[in-house]
């Protein structure tokens, strides 16, 4: 019997095991894998104390910092790291929460959903057809294939921009589609820095409609979402950044999701809702933080601050249980 299970690896969930461990809670933490969304970004720049860091030596260090305190001198782990697991379903038993993983069953007095998301797919003819022929999920891991080549970026938040300006670097040319006229979700210093570079261009108040080729993408299809018109763009990469879906089906027996099945949280102390309550009932024992969550933006430093936050709520929770 744990007194937390923490579900999830990222900022999110490392920095709510190391609060976990410093408050000397039993906690059970499980992920597939430390670093969460952020281990395929080249270079971090608002990772706050780090003015630049790779993906994955955030990785390194989110996981260094975690077991630095999990384990106590001369005594067991406080922290019960279970890498490679991944949850399959969280329920409710009595007063107790079961955690069932693809490995075991993990049993705890309160739980944190730390799970993030995955990314998005393209949902327009083509896109599945040329997946890895083209179209990609993620530029530091095939950007470099395109090497000198014409290519576009899909979406025009931070991580389209990010993406841009990795492609940027060996890439002919990149083309930024976006649906609106403004790039509201993107930093304004990341947008300026990418659009002086002359290799790249934009094209706004569009969205993709196909992905054309043979064997491999020749082009990307675009209607202006304002006056109905398609054109075609010659390209032979097409990265997709249109946002992440949460990764929350273990818990849909368990707390209320919103209507793109982030799990709904009360913003004062990240408590989620459970199901077999009132509708809109609180529940204290299933807590949630980070990109999972129905939190307004989703960032990095918040998503390792809401994750503090239901920590302190935790405690002091388990400790009026006693």
Not at 19 to 35: D, M, N, S
Not at 76 to 100: P, Q, S, W, Y
Not at 296 to 317: C, M, R, S, T
């Amino acid at each position: 019997m744990y007194d937390l299970v923490i579900i999830g690896g990222g900022p999110a969930g490392v920095a709510a095991g190391v609060y976990a461990a410093r408050k000397r809670l039993k906690t059970c933490f499980i992920t597939e894998a430390v670093g969460g969304q952020s281990v395929d970004s080249i270079e971090i720049q608002n990772w706050i104390g780090t003015p630049a860091i790779s993906g994955v030596n955030l990785a390194k260090e989110l996981e260094a910092h975690l077991r630095a305190y999990a384990g106590l001198p001369g005594q067991d782990d406080i922290v019960d790291i279970h890498l490679g697991e991944r949850a399959d379903l969280l329920m409710k038993t009595g007063n107790e929460f079961c955690v069932r993983t693809n490995r075991g069953n993990y049993t705890g007095k309160a739980v944190l959903i730390a799970t993030g998301g995955t990314r998005r797919k393209l949902g327009v003819p083509g896109a599945a057809e040329f997946e890895n022929k083209g179209v990609t999920y993620c530029a530091s891991c095939d950007g470099p294939l395109f090497e000198g080549q014409d290519v576009a970026v899909i979406g025009g938040g931070n991580a389209g921009f990010e993406t841009a300006a990795q492609l940027l670097a060996y890439c002919k040319s990149v083309t930024l589609v976006h649906r609106h006229k403004e790039f509201a979700k993107a930093d304004a210093a990341t947008v300026e820095a990418v659009l002086k570079h002359p290799n790249m261009k934009t094209i706004t108040d569009s969205e993709p409609v196909e992905v054309k080729g043979s064997k491999f993408v020749s082009s990307l299809a675009v209607k202006n979402v304002k006056t109905g018109a398609v054109s075609e763009i010659p390209v032979t990469g097409i990265f997709v950044e249109t946002g992440m879906i949460p990764s929350t089906s273990f818990a849909t027996e368990a707390v209320v999701l919103d209507e793109i099945g982030r799990v709904k949280v009360n913003p004062k102390n990240q408590r989620a809702y459970l199901l077999s309550q009132t509708p809109g009932g609180e529940h204290a024992g299933i807590w949630a933080a980070g990109d999972c969550t129905d939190e307004l933006y989703h960032q990095n430093n918040i998503a390792a601050g809401d994750a503090v936050k239901a920590l302190e709520d935790i405690y002091f929770w388990l400790k009026s249980k006693k």
